[in-house]
């Protein structure tokens, strides 16, 4: 590891031992590296098809989404866009956002006995499960990328921006992961909580439909839910023009998310020093 | 000073413990306590508070005003019974949990190993698991990568070093896992009972690893139960004892002090009661009569114990002898051994057992005392209840001291007559044996 400072003595004492936090978790990244191997290393053991699974379930999901709101409900796709691209253009931030929740948000738990038995700045744990979802996601790009090849359906510039995109995905998703995280070390009840939200947020998102079907005058109400800025936001990048931002609820998009960055990012760390007691 | 490496200052850890009274086979009295103990927690949970089981809160010290400096280079021995505080304070040190009061000055990189093979993960190969253990425990991949092979070395796996850990052996697993540790460099080593796994020849090898760490000038933090390898690595020890500093200086002072903070807490636990009796406490008494902790081979052993009876018919005291391993090595029944039952009148007796003299070898024992009903179904029972210390074992006033220790067995064994040696007559098969 990095040499630490070692001219000021490390003065443990309650409510202590903060100032130097940050820092610390920069000097254990190697740490949140290797852990993110280690989740991403044994995600596939002893399973037969392996990492076709990350193919599978996505592109699954999106064959059903088609047919259903498509097919069967005859929602309507965004300007020229072929439906199944519409769909799994949304489909794919709402599953790195719903994967980074489920996986961060169990974390701390089921590492409870590094947790109990070394030190590191916790917040690692959490942060290190956002590799696998990263990966299955980088799967689903190219599904997606298959996808626009068979329709034919060529992006503007706009997709050069998709990475800018992903990263609000991953922070969107960040910021509820760790504040739920640290609340199911005290309160399990949040293992339950989880998924639900997770299972009626697949809903209440404009994954399966354009977020265009929303009446306009609540157009900026919905946008409180941030995924709906995320997932506009992907829209626009693979689907260029046909699916214009809407520009004020973007925006109330992100203020969410950065509030609920800050206010995970704190909850997280007045509960981090009790973690080892309670866990 | 300068050359103080660790200060703790009053330093201090509580926790709040629930405990759960007697249920009663009401529907009504469930009904409202299952309602207050969710009211409990609701409020708790909003106010933000962990919760806890139980009907009945408890504040409870694990640690409380403990005070102490260790300079750089000391290799130092935590000692003390279970739950008297030891982990919670190499917890604390190592920065796993914070002190509720006081403070600790640390300066350096501290090292803790408060378990081996910390996260290693069943799928993963040993060596993936080195790099993953040595990263948990603070070391950059270099570091790793640099000591690779010495680590494989000393662990001893070599031919199933690319094998899943979930196919080794216990033995191989510790051994891999605690050659990771081995490897760490750090200013402060703080080490808890890892020597409880392994072998003998393995053990024998930690404990060398953990001398040459101390002899390289580290500062070395020991928790061990193992007092023969605590006396051969330490020179100082702090005893806890109930979450206070007990003791703290010498290392022979100290074990003895350690013996005698074990019966003091063993004597304020509570025990507990079984259908129709209860055990209250027990003790060892010495020729006045006073309690004592020490046993004197040759001496009869006078144990007292106190039991309460409901005045049920056919009960039975029995004691069992456990040796340092806690293997159980003698036992004695009131009523198969002396036809002795229980008194039938309900009420709490004083039971005076006074047993013959056996030569103890020097050690740590312990009583297990039990009540039971016609010799077969347990009424009540208290493991451990009663320990007790041989120093010295010199029968017949041999020069030397034997010990549980020398690995031959708790007892010597005393003759009852003079040994003697005849010559048989040569029949021609006699071995060939080395010259004189």
Known sequence: MTPFDYSKPLVLEAGGASRQYWIDLWRYRELLMILAWRDVS?????????????????????????????????????????????????????????????????????????????????????????????????????????????????????????????????????????????????????????????????????????????????????????????????????????????????????????????????????????????? | MSDVIIRADKLGKKFVIGHKTELHAVLGERVTRSITGFWRKGVDMLKGRAMVDGDVLEEFWALRDVDFEIKRGEVVSIIGHNGAGKTTLLKILSRITEPTEGRVEIKGRVASLLEVGTGFHGELSGRENIFLNGAILGMSRAEVRQRFDEIVEFSGVEKFIDTPVKRYSVGMYARLAFAVAAHLESEILVVDEVLAVGDAEFQARCLDRMSKVADAGRTVLFVSHNLAAVTALTTRAIVFQSGRVYFDGPIDAAVAHYATSLRRVKSEGKWGKGASTALISAAMLDDNGIPTDRYEPGKPMKVRVVLQTNGVRGMTLELVLRDEHNLPISFYSTSVFSQVSLPGKAGRYECDIELQPYWLAAGEYCFDFVTTYTNVSVDHRVDNALRFFVERCSPDSIPFNFTQNAGKGAMAMRLAGPVGFTEIEATGDELQLGPR
Request: net charge positive; aromatic share 14%; proline share 6%.
């Open chain 1, 42 to 279: 044994v995600r596939y053991k002893q399973t037969v098809i392996g990492i076709a699974w990350a193919f599978a379930r996505p592109f699954m999901t999106m064959v059903v989404f088609t047919v259903i709101f498509g097919a069967v409900a005859k929602l309507p796709t965004e300007g020229t866009a072929p439906y199944a691209i519409m769909v799994f253009a949304g489909l794919l931030p709402w599953t790195l956002f719903s994967s980074v929740l489920t996986e961060a948000s169990g974390s701390l738990v089921s590492n409870a006995n590094l947790i109990s038995k070394v030190y590191f700045p916790r917040l690692v744990i959490p942060l290190s499960t956002v590799a696998v979802a990263l990966i299955d996601f980088g799967v689903s790009l190219s599904i997606l990328a298959g996808l626009m090849l068979w329709y034919g359906f060529a992006p503007g510039w706009q997709i050069l921006l998709l990475p800018l995109f992903v990263a609000l995905a991953l922070l969107a998703a960040i910021g509820p992961a760790v504040w739920a995280s640290a609340m199911i070390v005290k309160y399990r009840d949040f293992r339950f909580i989880i998924p639900f939200v997770t299972q009626i947020g697949l809903y209440v998102s404009p994954v399966g439909f354009s977020s265009k079907v929303v009446p306009e005058q609540w157009q900026l109400l919905y946008s409180i839910n941030p995924m709906v800025g995320v997932i506009d936001g992907f829209r626009w990048c693979i689907l260029g023009g046909d699916s214009p931002l809407y520009g004020p609820g973007f925006l109330i998009s992100m203020l969410v998310v950065v509030i609920m960055l800050v206010w995970g990012a704190l909850t997280f760390r007045r509960a981090e020093r009790a973690f080892a007691d309670l866990i």
